[in-house]
């Protein structure tokens, strides 16, 4: 990630009064999941020229009708400190994503919604939001461009696939945040209505 920001900051131009436009982090479900944790772990040199963090239904934790049992993530686990590099096929149900038919459709066809990954990524990703979700990795003010941390989260409340409530606790536990916004879209499910 900080790579990329690197290769943006550098080749962003100024206008016409000399300001470059402001650099905003987006990211969803798990990419979601990964910006927070930027925000908190990331290079300060980095995060302090971003303008704001975009969070649209973070993996912070799994809706129930989608977690894993817990011998799974423990054989998972298991086998994953053995064999770290081995991929995992998890897909995801595309009625989970939307009501809507042909966004179903689309998302299981996209070829960049893969669903495999190593167990020693999903390890991570699991590791990485019960760490925020748990209040381990908190996300402060003063983070962003010109000091100040601005979060905007949004989460639909029939997500089958990322709990809502989840979005919910990090942003009570932002006290010291004070741009921060949750918008819950009810009856929408994990991409849309």
Known sequence: MTSFIKSVLASSSPDDEGKKAPLFLMGHSMGGAEVLYYIAKGPSDVVSQIRGFLLE????????????SPVTVFLGRLVGKMLPHRQMVFPLDGKLMSRDPEVQRAFVEDKLCHDTST???????????ADIDSGKVLIGEGKG?????RVWVSHGTEDGVCDYKASERLCD??????DKELKLYKGWYHKCK
Do not use: C, I, Q, Y
């Open 173 to 178: 536990r932002m006290k010291d945040v004070k």
């Open 57 to 68: 239904a973070p993996f912070l934790a799994f809706h129930k009708d989608s977690k894993p």
């Open 145 to 149: 461009e010109g000091g100040k941390t």
């Open 119 to 129: 167990l020693e990524g999903l390890a991570g990703n699991l590791d990485r939001a």
